[in-house]
């Protein structure tokens, strides 16, 4: 099968000199003040900005900022080393990003392939402005169809007597210079010392509007307790099963008639459109995690 992949114009090629700064620190006067400050004194022109307290006495703040400098990649470096004075004086954790700079997504998948065709078809689009670097599965079905966009497929299976070889050979794929690993209904459980390489960089879409239904067969689970809402929800994978903090959820009602397959099916449209969501937020430096909570910047 040979698949001709549309080329688009993407938004990191339009916007050469735009970068985005992430800041999470506690909250005080002046933040705000301070960074608009430094940003003007390099000659910056602030696009867009974002800002979140969640309480101004010794709650936290958060901000998200979009700017425009002239020769943004050669003067980046500098940038950074003096805004870390300024960070220094706020207790700031931050981010300074090239938005030119596409970020590297790895999908696993095992055979159900709904979310992985949605972000596929959208990268292809140009809606997620990425690069898709590898799909990862531990079953081979997809290899042909992905291979078919000129995306690398790696099948790495796994039993439960080979986890951890298989985990070992998926980090030496998957390697450093990843910066998003997607679960794109990937059936298998992470272990913590996988979630340790990729902490805040795993997303998992799991099929339940959570905390309800944890685990396994969640839509089964939905059906015997006869509920009139199913979901799903996009969230950051931790070392708590389906804990993680969430990044996006949605649902969508269903009636008595509805069985198991019948859920199933209405649910697999919440995933995939939930998944991207979140995938994308991310890639668009939209999103701040804070202990179990994510703040989003969407709007």
Not at 179 to 194: C, E, G, K, T
Not at 241 to 246: A, C, E, S, T, V
Request: with cysteine; proline share 4%; hydrophobic share 40%.
């Amino acid at each position: 099968m040979e698949l001709h992949v549309k080329k688009n114009a993407s938004s990191s090629q339009a916007h050469q000199n735009r970068a985005r700064m992430l800041i999470s620190c506690p909250d005080g006067p002046g933040i705000v003040a301070a960074v608009s400050h430094f940003l003007h004194q390099h000659g910056a022109n602030i696009v867009q900005s974002d800002q979140y307290s969640m309480d101004p006495k010794g709650g936290m703040f958060f901000m998200r900022i979009e700017f425009d400098l002239a020769d943004l990649e050669q003067r980046l470096p500098e940038l950074e080393k003096q805004f870390a004075d300024v960070a220094g004086k706020f207790g700031m954790d931050w981010k300074l990003n090239n938005v030119s700079r596409k970020q590297r997504l790895a999908i696993f998948v095992s055979k159900e392939d709904h979310c992985l065709v949605e972000l596929l078809w959208q990268w292809q689009a140009g809606d997620l402005d990425a690069e898709i670097a590898m799909v990862v599965s531990n079953h081979p079905d997809m290899k042909e169809y992905v291979e078919s966009f000129g995306i690398p497929y790696h099948h790495i299976p796994v039993t439960a007597d080979t986890k951890k070889e298989a985990e070992q050979r998926q980090l030496e794929v998957v390697g450093d210079d990843i910066d998003v690993i997607i679960l794109a209904r990937y059936m298998q459980i992470i272990s913590p010392f996988f979630i340790e390489h990729y902490r805040n960089r795993i997303i998992n879409i799991h099929h339940s509007f959570l905390p309800a239904f944890v685990g396994g067969k969640p839509y089964a689970q939905a059906y015997d307790r006869g509920v009139k809402i199913i979901g799903a929800t996009a969230h950051y994978v931790t070392e708590v099963l389906d804990g993680g903090p969430i990044i996006e959820q949605d649902v969508q009602r269903v009636s008595h008639r509805d069985d198991v397959s019948e859920l199933k099916r209405i649910g697999r449209t919440i995933e995939r459109v939930v998944l991207a969501r979140a995938v994308k937020w991310h890639i668009e430096d939209r999103i701040l995690v804070h202990d179990n909570k994510t703040v989003v910047f969407n709007g």
